[in-house]
């Protein structure tokens, strides 16, 4: 398949004629790759099922796993959900647009293939002014998962998304930078008190201040086991994974340089190569390996717009395996974990 690939600018006139074309393509039908303030998006109608059905198999998605839909307005949820609690209203009213995801009790008009058969849809409202006009110039919902081959790091670059989409979309979009560079917080609304599926960077506190009895679904901090199940069906995947294999070194930050860098010895002496995904404050205190910094300790954002690039880059750089330090589990440092923890399945060593 041609996939026609353009870079907007900002504020460009030619950007306007090149969304209206994509939203254009998603309303026959098509599949279009777009930025967002999280992560890459990959759309197409979510009112179609045939079109949808092409969003996964170009990812090589489990079928199993819902598609969350993008709308430009707040008059729009309606047209897609229905009983909509006070507490849902409340979470839109105070987080959108912006990276949040709400579960509401799916209208008919949304395909079944969207939600995978459940009677519940994630709705989120971007902020990427790119993403609200190409859902605009659509003129229906978009249901659109994450840029990648299911299972690899999602794209916070156009292209990564090349990389890994060209030939199977029928447009890609680049242009924004990926703001936050994590994927959405997924709040379940259709059980009081609302629940939290997926860790993101409106965090917990910030949820706790408008519905303060909101929770973090217990599982997702853990292996996924049949004893802890996540509830999002896509947080029981194999996930953010690299090619290579990445461990994450936990505990003091003094310990944790030099268990790394004894670990690094001991890949060194089997000829592998090693990666190391370290910080600005403790980058320099490592050898005999490829380190590259996250961004400060101080700017935990920084750090998660970064994550899933590293990653890549990592792999690019053919690595065997991927030393990363850990990062305090609070406010956005909880999405950062659940991250990594699911692209190191959990293998973490305590110091
Ligand atoms: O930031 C984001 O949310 C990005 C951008 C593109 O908007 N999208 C994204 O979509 O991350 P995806 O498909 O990669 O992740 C959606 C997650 C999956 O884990 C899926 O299982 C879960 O949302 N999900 C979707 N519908 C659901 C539902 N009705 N109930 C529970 N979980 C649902
Ligand atoms: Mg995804």
């Known amino acids: 398949m041609y996939t026609k690939i353009v870079n907007l600018n900002k504020d460009d ?172 917080t997924i709040i379940d609304c259709t059980v009081n008190p609302v629940c939290i599926l997926r860790p993101g960077a409106i965090t917990l506190e910030m949820v706790r201040k408008v519905e303060n009895n909101a929770y973090i679904d217990p599982a997702i901090m853990k292996k996924s086991t049949t004893e802890f199940k996540p509830k999002a069906p896509g947080m029981k995947y194999k996930h953010y994974a690299p090619k290579a294999d990445v461990k994450i070194i936990s505990g003091d930050l003094k310990k944790t340089i030099e268990k790394i860098n004894e670990i690094v010895q001991n890949y060194i002496d089997d000829n592998k190569k090693v990666g190391i995904m370290a910080t600005d404050e403790t980058k320099d205190k490592y050898k005999n390996a490829s380190v590259i910094s996250l961004g400060s300790r101080n700017d935990i954002y920084t750090i998660g717009k970064n994550l899933f690039e590293t990653l890549r880059e990592f792999d690019d750089q053919k690595v065997d395996v991927i030393l990363s330090e850990a990062f305090s589990e609070e406010g956005f440092g909880v999405a950062i974990m659940n991250r990594l923890n699911k692209s190191a399945g959990f293998d973490i060593i305590n110091v």
């Open 13 to 184: 006139i030619e950007a306007d004629k090149a969304l209206k074309e994509a939203g254009e393509l998603i309303q026959k039908g098509k599949l279009v790759v777009f930025p967002t303030e999280t992560v890459y998006g990959l759309g197409a109608n979510a009112e179609d099922g045939k079109a949808v059905t092409k969003i996964f198999e170009a990812k090589g998605r489990p079928q199993d796993n819902p598609l969350i839909i993008h709308v430009a307005d707040f008059e729009d949820v309606d047209k897609y959900a229905k009983n909509i609690s006070e507490s849902a209203k409340r979470l839109m009213q105070e987080f959108w647009p912006g990276p949040m995801t709400l579960i509401l009790e799916k209208k008919s008009i949304i395909s079944d293939v969207t939600s995978a058969g459940l009677t519940s849809v994630g709705v989120r409202m971007p902020s990427s002014r790119i993403a609200r006009k190409l859902i605009r110039y659509s003129g229906v919902p978009i249901a659109a998962p994450s840029a990648n081959i299911s299972g690899r790091p999602s794209p916070t670059d156009i292209q990564r998304c090349i990389e890994d989409l060209n030939g199977k979309v029928d447009y890609i979009i680049g242009g924004e930078n990926c703001e936050f560079g994590l994927e959405s």
